[in-house]
């Protein structure tokens, strides 16, 4: 039997995927990133081996046939990967010339007993994860952002993707950078002195004269004396009712939902007595990147209603809108890839309105399997399977 690997990796994980040629799965693997820029060559190659292996070997043995499995033999591969391509092309060359020793790295159909593995970038293989075209857009929204234009199943032109200092805007890390900020605003911003309320205000300036007088025990506070923003952040209200939750945009009061459920991910133990520092601290111990972890909270918050959240939703959903189209073709298939916009949510649903007849991509490990098969399918055949290959069942 016939079969076709396919690989997709990036800087968070890798998935290698075995297909028949008419696209029925075989198996799985999975391990962590394998970009050899940002991870290194050794971590790269080890992550991209025991994801690769797992869908070659012997469940219970580690040793592999020159070009085949138990199940058959693989006649084609195609591995995509982010980072840079001359890096990706060593990596892919010490991975498979250690597990397939017929592997011929030119990608180009060979003798029998030779296989032909070829590497693409993951933009490639996104892409042909929500289309059979040959050409057309892909706008990706996972740790990272960017907007491929594709020509012929090669990158044509790119808008974005310069990485979490310089751009990829409406990133999960942009998006999670946002909550974080916005989180620290909200707990070391004083809640509005009771004391001296819109209503006092223009009582105190009413016509015949007469300034109200403040409640006892409350000029006080209206002296001077009011909490400053950690001690009033480092109060910890009681969860309140209904309609304490509406009023705060569904969170603590004074907080909102969003600052709530990042403090809950951030500090698991209490905000403390000054939950500022505290955050700083949480987020400044941990990598960058990780700040990307955050993206769903916003989601989470914004279909609470917190408007804080829903700001941000809308602000990410505009940017990626944006990238894409510094790069698309008015009447080529356009697809939405990445973790941001695959997952069912806000941001999936703003930009989709923003952006009509985009569709949502598949399975990018399997669509890496059905670029590894097309070749040897012929254009029909490969268009008409391209569905078993990026939505298997």
């Not at 890096?87 to 011929?104: H, K, M, N, Q, S």
């Not at 300034?211 to 002296?223: K, L, Q």
């Not at 700040?291 to 939703?313: Q, R, Y």
């Amino acid at each position: 039997m016939h079969l076709v690997l396919g690989v997709d990796a990036g800087g968070t994980s890798s998935r290698a995927a075995l297909f028949t040629l008419d696209g029925t799965l075989v198996r799985r693997g999975q391990a962590g990133g394998a970009n050899p820029g940002a991870l290194g060559m050794d971590t790269a190659a080890a992550n991209l081996t025991t994801a690769v292996r797992a869908t070659l070997a012997d469940p219970g043995s580690a040793h592999l046939p020159v070009t085949g499995t138990l199940l058959g033999t693989v006649v084609g591969v195609v591995v995509g990967l982010a980072g840079n391509p001359a890096l990706c092309a060593t990596l892919t060359e010490r991975v498979f010339g250690g597990l397939l020793p017929g592997a011929d790295l030119t990608g180009e159909p060979g003798a029998p007993g030779v296989t032909p593995v070829r590497v693409t970038g993951d933009i490639v293989t996104a892409f042909a994860a929500g289309t059979p075209s040959p050409s057309g857009t892909v706008l990706i929204s996972g740790t990272g952002a960017i907007a491929a234009r594709i020509a012929d199943h090669a990158p044509a032109g790119t808008a974005d993707g310069y990485g979490w200092l310089l751009g990829d805007e409406g990133s999960a890390f942009w998006i999670g950078l946002a909550a974080a900020r916005a989180t620290i605003r909200a707990i070391t911003t004083p809640c509005p002195s009771p004391a001296r309320t819109g209503v006092d205000l223009v009582r105190d300036h009413e016509p015949n004269g007469t300034a109200h007088r403040p409640e006892p025990g409350r000029d006080e506070m209206s002296a001077g004396h009011e909490p400053g923003a950690h001690e009033a952040a480092g109060r910890r209200p009681a969860r309140g009712g209904a309609g304490d939750r509406e009023a705060s945009g569904g969170g603590r009061a004074g907080w909102g939902l969003l600052a709530e459920i990042v403090l809950g991910r951030l500090l698991p133990d209490g905000p403390g007595g000054d939950p500022g520092a505290r955050l700083a601290a949480a987020v400044h111990a941990r990598p960058p990147l990780a700040l990307a972890e955050l993206a769903p909270l916003v989601s989470e918050a914004a279909m609470g209603g917190d408007p804080v959240a829903l700001t941000i939703v809308a602000e990410a959903a505009s940017k990626l809108a944006s990238t894409a189209s510094r790069v698309h073709e008015p009447g080529l298939p356009l697809v939405l890839a990445g973790g941001v916009l695959t997952a069912e949510g806000p941001v999936h649903d703003a930009v989709r309105g923003l952006l009509e007849g985009a569709v949502t991509a598949g399975d990018p490990a399997g669509a890496a399997a059905w670029l590894a098969a097309r070749p040897l399918l012929g254009p029909r055949a490969a268009e008409a399977r391209h569905s078993r290959f990026t939505h298997p069942t």
